[in-house]
């Protein structure tokens, strides 16, 4: 497998064609901003919550295939999920790709991004949204 | 000596190193040759002292060695006397010099400055952030589609209350050379002065100061083959008494005293505390790599560089160009479609093709064209036709990868 099919996993591929819940929500009942001023990308998560439960999550925006694939399978997997289970999932997930975890990895998909352990220059693109999330749940838990 | 990137390229070791290294980031910093480092090298290995201190032979000797570097800055730009030269970090500290030292003291609220749409952010927040404190206009000349300025459009948003003309010569990011003669004789005609962002045109083309008339100029040392952390404000003699220092320290007083200080003229105004010595030194040897070669041949070969690129480019088709511009250096920007302009880049890099991705630190200008980011391919004079045929080869290998 060359570095770029490493990089390109067939699950990133896929989640950048075909992006979870990809779509503005413009009533939505809250929405925060991933964005990384080095390289411009931006993305709008829309939030739906119900008694401290991520009810929906929908995103949009732009991004690279990493950033967008990343934040495709975060959506995918907080769904549904009580705040304080996501925030777990969230610093399993960036631990994961740092290659600084400890636990066992939560969810396979987060092996597409193994590639990241060796290709650092791209952590940046697979934490974005990840990151802009744990901040709400630290921001919504104090 | 006639132009040869073949020769020139065996003078920067970095490609011996990786010798298949392929790199397009030349506005973002170049490489430096052999001659450079060794002169940073040898300064701390055999001449290290401070400057304009001490007495005994290594510090005068230091010392002039700093200053010639301030005469040769002289003669490189055919200029004025070597004490309009002062060194700074880089063009940003320049401009930011130029705001704090100069603007600020004379910008009332309703005056306004003049800027393009196609600064990059250096050139653009410092102006825009003391309009703001000072309650002054900030004015933006717009582009034409091929991204170039509209010098009607620029000469009417000169006013009795504009205080300066902040421009870059060439954009970072479409590759435009700017008309400076014709939008330095408009704003002199209202006796407004001029600051020119250098830093993608100094080192890349024959820069005149006297024909041009600029009032201030600034530009980096590392990307002109210099090291980093050294730049150089140029500013006209006529400002010297205008500018203050913006940094407090030793070395550039007259006289202190517990209830005040005199300064010493410009440039050493602005010199306070020990200054980028290496780097001033580092710099001198970096112009005079640059006195080696036809700097105007060495320029056609970037511009050629360019054209081929721009052809293949649109010969390998779903990729746009930004910009058109007829007057270009050999900086051009361009998208692949449906493709991020970082997985491009990424799938570059696994070649050994280093170019940009992202914004380039001109945000407002890629917003108004309506992309968050491109892939910017820069050249120098050691990159070679291979380089371009190299990178085109590999885009085709990219849009099958994402087929």
């Not at chain 2, 005293?257 to 306070?272: I, L, R, V």
Request: overall charge negative.
């Amino acid at each position: 497998m060359s570095n770029m099919d490493k990089l390109y996993h067939e699950i990133i591929k896929q989640h950048h064609k075909q992006p979870y819940h990809f779509s503005k929500v413009e009533d939505a009942m809250m929405s925060i901003r991933a964005n990384n001023p080095i390289c411009g990308d931006r993305f709008d998560i829309f939030i739906e919550v119900e008694n401290k439960v991520f009810k929906t999550l929908h995103f949009h925006g732009f991004g690279c295939a990493i950033s967008k694939a990343s934040s495709s399978i975060m959506l995918q997997l907080l769904e549904g999920k009580p705040f304080s289970e996501a925030e777990g999932i969230c610093k399993n997930f960036l631990a994961y790709i740092h290659n600084t975890l400890n636990e066992p990895v939560y969810h396979t998909d987060f092996k597409a991004f193994s590639a990241l352990h060796e290709q650092t220059a791209r952590l940046d693109c697979a934490a974005l949204s990840w990151l802009e999330i744990l901040r709400f749940l630290e921001e919504k838990m104090k | 000596m006639p132009f040869d990137p073949t020769t020139i390229k065996k003078q920067f070791p970095i490609f011996e190193r990786f010798p298949d290294l392929v790199y397009l980031d030349n506005a973002a910093t170049t490489q430096k040759p052999r001659s450079v480092i060794k002169a940073i090298s040898d300064f701390y290995t055999y001449e290290n002292a401070n400057i304009h201190r001490g007495v005994y032979n290594l510090s005068a000797q230091v010392t002039q060695k700093y200053e010639a570097v301030r005469q040769q800055l002289s003669e490189f730009f055919e200029g004025d006397s070597p004490n309009c030269f002062s060194f700074c970090s880089g063009a940003t500290e320049g401009i930011n010099w130029v705001v704090k030292g100069y603007l600020e003291n004379i910008l009332q609220e309703g005056d306004n400055v003049v800027i393009s749409a196609m600064e990059h952010h250096a050139n653009l927040i410092p102006w825009q952030q003391l309009c703001i404190k000072n309650r002054a206009k900030l004015q933006v000349i717009p582009l034409n589609e091929k991204g170039e300025i509209d010098l009607q459009q620029f000469s009417t948003l000169l006013t009795q209350r504009t205080k300066i003309v902040a421009l870059t010569h060439v954009s970072n990011t479409l590759g435009t050379i700017n008309p400076i003669a014709e939008i330095v004789e408009l704003a002199h005609q209202k006796a407004i002065p001029v600051l020119i962002d250098g830093a993608q045109s100094v080192g890349h083309f024959p820069i005149n100061l006297y024909d041009l008339a600029i009032d201030f100029l600034v530009f980096s040392g590392h990307k002109i083959f210099g090291p980093t952390g050294i730049g150089v404000l140029y500013c006209k003699e006529k400002y010297h008494d205008q500018i203050k220092a913006t940094k407090f320290g030793g070395g550039s007083i007259k006289e202190v005293s517990f209830n005040e200080t005199s300064w010493k003229n410009y440039p050493h105004s602005m010199e306070a505390g020990t200054p980028h010595i290496a780097g001033v030194i580092g710099l001198g040897k970096a112009l005079g790599f640059i006195n080696e070669f036809d700097l105007t041949e060495a320029f056609s070969h970037e511009q050629k560089l360019a054209i081929l690129l721009k052809e293949n480019l649109k010969s390998i088709g779903g990729i746009e160009l930004l910009g058109n511009p007829t007057h270009f250096s050999g900086i051009a920007s361009f998208i692949v479609e449906n493709i991020h302009p970082h997985d491009v880049a990424s799938f570059l890099a696994e070649q050994e093709i280093a170019v940009r991705a992202g914004h380039h630190c001109t945000q407002p200008l890629l917003a108004s064209m309506g992309v968050p980011a491109t892939v910017r391919v820069s050249f120098s004079v050691y990159n070679i036709e291979e380089d371009v045929v190299k990178l085109v080869e590999v885009l085709k290998e990219l849009k099958k990868f994402w087929l």
